[in-house]
């Protein structure tokens, strides 16, 4: 298994190319489901979890090639993919790939709306908390169809007219279930309202694919989502939007180590409130043409409080690699999430680099200390484990952070980017 080793204390300099995002590429791919015709996304990330959804999706019938090559040809790297589920062959997505990746229950939402069934077992708890599918559940309800659980999976199935539009008001932000709403509402008759929907920018992307294909949305990145249902929906070409997450996890870096890195081909406008967060601990942000500039000399680190929110406040997914940066500050931050009940796992990780760090609730109180000294860690997800390479460009000494699969699920080219700016970084092969 591999391991990243990275020697602490160099300051990072240069330009990192920002890729296309994991969490919108996902339910783009997902998307394809929902017509006959060939749907072609560019910038999409080579991480493992879309390298998994396309052997997902092939399983249901969609055929895949990858930068032009069959699938099998060339593994499943590249950057365009052409997905085409001319016919479903199976409406049943089972418990070992379900099991392997959350996202991939979502293939619920366009299987019903397209073959007016599906059988998709239940995803399961995961490292950051219970994570339930009820509210994803409770679409499908509402725009008619029927639900069982049955031994682990969900069984759904639409009334013989298909779904029905509807009104959806969801009692809390949800990503997957905004998702859910706006891919089966598509091919539903009728209109639906999605009240209090996600407002992320992977959102509005996937509904700007979903129009080009012929569905017809609006008000996609508010809080108020109409959709007229359409009876197919076509092919098209659609690029995924850059890497916000990845964005914030890089200038989290830059922040932590000092020196001046150039975010290409990120906007600001899709990370603001981190940016925020980053400036008041002391970098300079500015925006250019070519993406946005961190630049942190001199000056340390100033201790600054955040709370996770859904967009646009502080996203939970760069909550763990602030805190890794609010561990060299110089005084007390206060952390809070409110997204996930148990997304702290880091702090025991980043407790062996030497960080103080004491959890109170949805709370953690981060006390900066001068000096963080490199020792081996793991993390139990992505963004701990990313917050734990953070930390280890500042510390000390050598650190070797394992369990790098979390990291490839999540960050395309992670230790190419970081030395090309000047990180002390490789990856090495475990004994064994
Ligand atoms: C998406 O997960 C992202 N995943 C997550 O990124 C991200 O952390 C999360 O949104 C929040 O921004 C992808 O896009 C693939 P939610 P999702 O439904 O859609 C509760 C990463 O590291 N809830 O918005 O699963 C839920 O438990 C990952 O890239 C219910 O109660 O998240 C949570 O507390 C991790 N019932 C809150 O809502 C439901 O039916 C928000 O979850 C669904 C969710």
Known sequence: MDRIRIVGGKELNGTIPISGAKNAALPLMIASLLTADRLTLDNVPNLADVNMLVRILGNHGVDYTINGKRAGENGTTGRTIHLTAGEIVDTLAPYELVSKMRASFWVIAPLLARMGEAKVSLPGGCAIGTR?????????????ASVDIDAGYVVTKAGSGGLKGAEIEFPKVTVGGTHTALMAASLAHGKSVVHNAAREPEIVDLADCLNKMGARIRGAGTSTIEIDGVAHLSGTRHAVLPDRIEAGTYACAVAMTGGDVMLEGVRPELFQSALDAIEKAGAVVTTTNEGVRIKRNGAGISPVDVTTAPFPGFPTDLQAQFMALMTRAKGQSKITETIFENRFMH????ARLGSHIRLDGDCAIV??????????VMATDLRASVSLVIAALA??????????????RGFENLERKLGACGAQIERVSAPG
């Open 367 to 376: 006390e900066g200390v001068e000096r963080l000294k490199g020792a081996p």
């Open 132 to 144: 339930p599918v009820d509210l994803l559940l409770m679409v499908l309800e509402r725009l008619g």
């Open 395 to 408: 510390a000390e000494g050598e650190t070797m952070v394992n369990r790098v699969y979390h990291l490839d």
């Open 347 to 350: 702090v025991q990780e980043l």
